[in-house]
Structure formats: C-alpha cells, structure tokens
C-alpha cells in the first residue's frame, strides 16, 4: 500500500535546502547529482506562431515536416472558440489536439464531432482536412493535416483506445487513444481530390488507404489521461505501461503484415521482452494530462511560486515525470524541452465570471499542489532511416480562461529524407526558427 503522504520538497544544495525546504527536512546530494538542476528559466510563456516557421513552404517529400501537438484538460468546460484560436494554430503541416474531460461521459460521438468542426472551421479555416479522431470516454484526439501538400501523401491511418486504471477504466475516464499513420515518400502528388486520398470512415476513423506498398515515415498520436492525485505515481507508472504495451496499432492494429515486414528485423526472432508499441514508428508523440505532480506541500510550493521565477527550476527539480524518466521507469527514449514556462494545474476560477485567474487554488481544504500536469514527449526509434526530431516551441497558453488546467503546445522539426546510414545524419538545428 502506498503511503498518501507526499513526500517534501528536494532543493539543490547549492540554493540553500534550510530556505525552501520544510523544517527537518535535509537536500540529498546524492540526488542532486543523479538529477542536475534544470536551467533557470529564460522566457517562460512563449507566443505561439501564427503560421508555418519563416522559411517553410509547402512540404515535399524529403523536406522538414513541421508537427505541433497540442494537449487541454477542459474540466468539463465549454470553450471560448476565441482563446482557442491563439492555441490552436495553422502554424504546422500535421498537428494533433489532444483534449481531456472534453464534453460528457454519454453522448461522446456528437461532442466530439462538433469540436472537429469548430477547430476545423475556427481555428484552421479551409487549410487543413481531418485525418482521423477518436474518444475513450471524455477523452478526445483528432489529427489534422495540410489539404495542399501533406494530406494526399497520409495513407494506412489507423486508430485504438486503451483503457487503464481500475477495472480496465471501468471507474473512470482514464487511458490513452492512439493514432498511427504513413507519409507516403514516393508517388505523391498534390493534385488530389479529398475523395482520392480519404475514403469514407466509420466512426472509428478506419479506412482502406490506397496505397500500402510505398515506403515512408511512420508517424504515431497517442494522447493520454492518465491516474490523478500526488501519491497514485505508481498507478500512473504503470498507466502508461499498460498503453504502449497494448495499444492496438502497429504490429496488433489493421496493418499487421506491413508492419512485421518494417520490423522484420527486430522480430525475426521474437522480440524479448515486453512489447512496446512506440518501437514500431519512426517517430511517437506523447501527451496529454499526464498527471504527474511535483512533490512537496502546497505550503512549500507557494513559498516557491511567490518567490522568484528563478526558484521555478526547483518544481522542475521534483517533477515526479522528470525524476522517473531520469530512472528508467517510464518514457525511455523519449525527450522533453525544458519546462520553462509555469505549472499548468491547479489554477483557481473565479466564481463569479467563471474565468481562470493568474493565481492557484491553494485550498488547504482540498490540496491540489501547483504542477506540470500536461506535458507532450516525443521518442525517435531506434534504427529509423530518417533524422532526429528537434523540438522548436514548448509553452503554455495563458489566453485560454476556461479550465483550471492551462493548454500546451509544442512544435516539432521531423525530417522525412532518409538515411542508408544513420552516422551521416546532419546535425539537427539550434534555437527555435518560430517566430511570433
């Protein structure tokens, strides 16, 4: 049985473990040096780009795909279409929406329909098509791509839900929803008609691409919403190893036999092990509200919050996710930019205008410590023919006023040329190309 007390904050010795830690609490150096201080923060919240980074046209193949994803906890709350608009952007050629308590628990296919459209016709005008969507409860991921270039080169789109938690998600909203796909790199032509590329989907989002033969980069969306509460870190360890180790894409999804000849070499001979789904694409985005906490007291966490930001990199210090992907536990291969921006939970909502407000709820009556709760990774397999990602854009959106959870985006540089040898990769840029 695990303890429900959190454990207190963990200061670097360098900054001064009698200031900011709890009294008798004592910094352990031995950490200090197996988890290194993150950089103090330098901008914080970042304008999200209106449009493709200067310099990125239409997409060909061989060229740099730009990728955004961009994850919100709603909190069972209507949007203002308004503020989603300066979070969801045409700033990308594929961009994956991630949402979470998005509508009710009945009811999820007219919801989530409508919330297709808006974005569509809202957010991304006529410029983008619908790939695929899909729900597991209140939870929601669409995937959208450019109707000029990138659309008519998606083929073998495939879809699944997993449910975690207790009773397989039977108690709760909880799981994760996986989206794979192909970017065709040869035979493509941007002088297609929707009806060419996309055939008519059931409500899965399933349909016979038209060509499976082709070779190219294979893309996997999962989002994720993962156990809550400080002290259930275990049950969301093991949340997400549930999800990658079952999703149904991939080798267990519709496109079964294109896969093993992919991977024939990885399993020639049985894989070992368990199974894990992110090592059949190239490249794997991972978001959503993950619910990972940073551990201390609220009353800790304030101190630090009403500080100074440079004492923010201490949150960061004693994020739960950060501290278990450093020990092997979760998300290994996967990578995150550097949280610089604040926590995205818990702020508070004012009762009146019901709009969220620059501050926390730190209720000590129903303690919700201030963390990073929405977090998006992403994971380059080993052995893939293409480049490493780079990430270009990592921040929260302050504009949305609608939940107690701030939404995130982040945007990625995906190269699609391919590599006989992976040693002649070029170096992957530095800094972020975005601009506002």
Known sequence: ?????????????????????????????????????????EEGTVPIPECLPPGIGAWRPGDDLIVSYCTWNMAQNPPRLNEVREWIRPNSHILAVCTQENGPYIGLNVA???????????????????????????????????????????????????????????MGNKGGI?????????????????????????????????????????????????????????RRNDDYRTIVQTMNVGIRGPFHASFVRALSAAYASGAKGSRDVTAEYDVTFFGGDLNYRVNGTVKGIERILNAHRDLRCILVFNDQLRRARNQGIVFCGFSEQDLNFKPTYKYAIDKLTKCTQNEYDLNVKKPRQPSYTDRVLCKS???????AVSQLLYTDCPIVRTSDHRP?????????????????????????????
């Open 112 to 170: 989530h329909r409508q919330w297709c459209e808006a974005v569509l016709c809202h957010c991304l005008a006529d410029e983008y098509v619908l790939v695929a969507q899909r729900s597991l409860w209140a939870l929601h991921v669409a995937v959208y791509a450019r109707r000029a270039d990138v659309a008519p080169a998606i083929v073998m789109v495939e879809t699944a839900t997993c449910s975690t938690g207790e009773l397989r998600g039977l």
């Open 381 to 387: 397999r080993d052995g893939s023919p293409f480049g």
């Open 1 to 41: 049985m695990h303890h429900p007390i959190p454990p207190p904050i963990d200061v670097p010795s360098s900054i001064g473990a009698d200031l900011l830690s709890p009294p008798g609490v004592v910094a352990d150096e031995e950490s200090d040096r197996r988890h290194p201080l993150p950089s103090v923060p």
């Open 408 to 436: 995130v985006h982040a945007l990625f540089l995906v190269p699609t040329r391919q590599f006989n040898n992976r040693q002649a990769e070029p170096e992957p840029p530095t800094g972020c190309c975005c601009g506002s």
């Open 178 to 234: 996986g989206v794979g796909l192909t970017v065709r790199m040869r035979g493509v032509t941007t002088d297609v008609r929707d009806s060419d590329v996309y055939s008519p989907r059931d409500d899965d989002g399933s349909f016979d691409p038209p060509i499976q033969s082709l070779p190219g980069l294979r893309l996997l969306f999962i989002g994720a919403h993962l156990t809550a509460h400080q002290h259930n870190i275990h």
